[in-house]
């Protein structure tokens, strides 16, 4: 069955906590992709050898920019904070986040009243969706993450468990005016609503071609937890639970 790849551009809001727990926190909630975090996951769930001095190099660079400013161009001293680094992901005591959401607009069909349910419009509707793509851009305010040094590519695709297929969301009729009326308020003549989609992150892929002249595709594997859908882009408006097909 054939899969297709499904953007999802997220605005960048979170950055990364250095926390004593390896896999995050119990009942830690889900946060917008960053380029920092997605590297901290990706490198922490072995896409990359932590052991080899250039990831080290780099993985320093971009998670822990102010000490590698102060540090780098002192060999002995950055010896030893690359020995720290090692160490903390040897003794699994490095932070990495592994639940991240991300949010996609969509155009609504005309409400099927004998199915109850808002259809998505034809031509924006998941199907047998295998992968997504979770994007962080490198932080601008970051004198580390500038220019064309790093050898990470800005977006990470997340391989899901089982291709994805969402039709619309469920809603029951006495909803409707009220929706129908919120749409006229704002003047959508589109019909937009617009979709959280969390995942949980549970490996990734080997990366390669780790050089100053390549770039190294992140691919994280994992599954999508939920599929809920809003009226505005702040989330603060829920009208509706997709109708998932896997």
């Known amino acids: 069955m054939k899969r297709w790849i499904l953007a999802l551009f997220a605005a960048v809001f979170l950055l990364a906590s250095a926390r004593p727990s390896f896999a995050g926190l119990p009942g830690e909630g889900y946060a917008w992709p960053t380029f920092k975090e997605l590297v901290q996951t990706f490198v922490a769930l072995k896409g990359l050898d932590i052991t080899d001095p250039k990831v080290t190099d780099l993985y320093g660079k971009i998670v822990y920019c ?45 409400y099927d009243f004998k199915k109850q349910y808002f259809p998505i419009a034809s031509r924006q509707s998941f199907e047998n969706v295998g992968y997504l793509s979770l994007s962080g851009q ?46 006229v308020e704002g003047r959508d003549k589109k019909r937009k609503v617009y979709a959280r989609i969390r995942v949980l992150v549970t490996g990734a892929e080997k990366g390669v071609n780790v050089s100053a002249d390549n770039y190294v595709q992140m691919v994280l594997t994992g599954k999508v937890v939920s599929v809920d859908f809003f009226l505005d882009s702040q989330l603060t408006e829920p009208v509706g639970q997709a109708i998932v097909i896997r």
């Open 66 to 110: 102010s000490i590698y400013e102060k540090e780098f161009s002192n060999d002995m001293l950055w010896k030893q904070f690359r020995e720290k680094i090692v160490a903390r992901f040897l003794k699994q005591k490095e932070y990495y986040r592994v639940r991240y959401q991300v949010v996609i607009p969509f155009d609504i069909g005309h």
């Open 138 to 183: 490198p932080s601008a305010s970051s004198p580390c993450l500038r220019g064309r040094n790093l050898i990470f590519t800005a977006g990470v695709t997340l391989k899901t468990a089982n291709p994805l297929t969402i039709k619309g969301f469920s809603l029951p009729e006495k909803d409707v005016a009220k929706i129908m009326a919120r749409m």
